[in-house]
Nanobody
Framework: QVQLVESGGNLVQPGGSLTLSCRVS????????ISWYRQTPRKAREFVAH???????NYGDFVKGRFTVSRDNRSNTVYLQMNNLRLEDTGVYYC???????WGRGTQVNVSS
């Protein structure tokens, strides 16, 4: 059974940092890329970042160097390190396995002073 479980969402002040985790199970994690998406009050679900099975990364245009996606194949986990958070980064962040069309349930990030 394919499962993606996000964690790490929290309340943080503008300019702060958070690290989100996505723990994956049910398929051979090391062979597939994993993406992060988010849904904010202002926009429909939008692409945040992707890490390919070989470690290559790409990001949504709005990231502008603030976020870093990485993976640990030993623990079947993908991380999203988010720095210099802004009010508009508030939303629910989802983990996605595109080859499986599988999604996690999301983790809430609130950026507020």
């Amino acid at each position: 059974q394919v499962q993606l479980v996000e964690s790490g969402g929290n309340l943080v002040q503008p300019g702060g940092s958070l690290t989100l985790s996505c723990r994956v199970s049910g398929f051979r994690f090391s062979r597939e890329g994993i993406s992060w998406y988010r849904q904010t009050p202002r926009k429909a679900r939008e692409f945040v970042a992707h890490v390919a099975r070989g470690g290559t990364t790409n990001y949504g245009d709005f990231v502008k160097g603030r976020f870093t996606v990485s993976r640990d194949n030993r623990s079947n986990t993908v991380y999203l390190q988010m720095n210099n958070l802004r009010l508009e980064d508030t939303g629910v962040y989802y983990c996605n396995a595109p080859d499986r069309k599988a999604w996690g349930r999301g983790t809430q990030v609130n950026v507020s002073s």
